[in-house]
């Protein structure tokens, strides 16, 4: 299976924001939407990936800046600042199996998917799960189908 087939049965909708997008906003989008990633764009071009592994980074080092004196709110952080401005990129011609490799690897549970200079969407490691089950889920019909119409 390629990437390309799962993005397929997942859809294309993207969610994204720019560099300069306040950290606030770009956490209420993403818990208005569900979605544990926005994709970073900036002049139509791939900036970075935000996932909430930047953001729990940088909650954190605020929690320990704050012990010793006032750190800038979510409101005062840009995007730009805590994202992944250098994501692992998938191709649409990838192989699951490779693509999880690199996911493990890269420690990306969300990783873009590009043509050239063209974002086609995000795969999560959810996405990539789901995909290989109901792969799966149709092997396992089709060979109890074979084996239950078995020749005399």
Avoid: C
Wanted: glycine share 6%; hydrophobic share 45%; charged share 20%.
């Amino acid at each position: 299976m390629q990437v390309k087939e799962i993005l397929r049965i997942k859809g294309s909708t993207l969610y994204t924001v720019t560099p300069t997008t306040t950290l606030a906003d770009a956490v209420i989008s993403m818990a208005d939407h569900d979605i544990g990633s926005v994709v970073v764009m900036e002049g139509g071009k791939l900036a970075g990936m935000l996932t909430f592994r930047e953001i729990i980074k940088v909650l954190a080092k605020r929690q320990q800046e704050n012990r010793v004196g006032p750190t800038p709110t979510m409101s005062q952080i840009s995007v730009a600042e805590v994202m992944n401005a250098q994501p692992a990129i998938a191709s649409p011609a990838m192989e699951v199996d490779e693509l999880r490799s690199v996911m493990i690897e890269s420690h990306q549970r969300y990783m873009p998917v590009m043509e050239a200079d063209t974002l086609l969407g995000v795969i999560s490691f959810h996405d990539v799960a789901r995909a290989v089950l109901e792969e799966q889920a149709f092997e396992n019909r089709m060979l109890k189908g074979y084996i239950k119409n078995w020749p005399a």
